[in-house]
């Protein structure tokens, strides 16, 4: 953070909010020239500031109508068993994000699914059976108050 200044920072805001942003568009928003947000914007790639680009899809659209919050505790509390849990959850595409956490449950994962029946067989099919899982609490979501819109970009000590 202490090689960025107040441009890269309105540099990255932007671009989060549209990552199809010209240089023209970035130059018009934030007052600097299109050939400074270039360099700005490659060198800000460059340092692994900004990972990629991506379209953020409607789940709705596409029948994902169910969100769920699955709690799991692993069977044991080792090393292998938690590279045998993160080498399941990595080939599983309905699993959208996926935590390591301190207390009760090892692990909280966000899935989506098309339906009951599809949770249902990522539960029973997929989850329970694996070596790895003792346990599994599901929780579905009744509604989204906050969905991800980007990260709180400002200058460290400012709020």
Known sequence: MEQMDGYDLKILAELQ????????????LIALSPSQCSRRRARLEAEGFIHGYRAVLDRGRLGLDLMVVI????????RDNAKRFAAL???????LE???LTGEMDYHLKVVTYDLAGLS???NEVLLPHDSVQHVKTSIVLATLKDF??????QRGRH
Do not use: K, M, W
């Open 121 to 123: 067989h990522f539960v």
């Open 89 to 95: 959850i990595a080939d599983l595409p309905e699993v």
């Open 17 to 28: 909010r549209d990552g199809r942003l010209t240089n023209n568009e970035l130059s018009d």
């Open 71 to 78: 709690a799991v505790t692993l069977a044991t509390h080792n």
């Open 149 to 154: 819109q980007g990260l709180p970009v400002r």
């Open 98 to 100: 996926c935590y390591a």
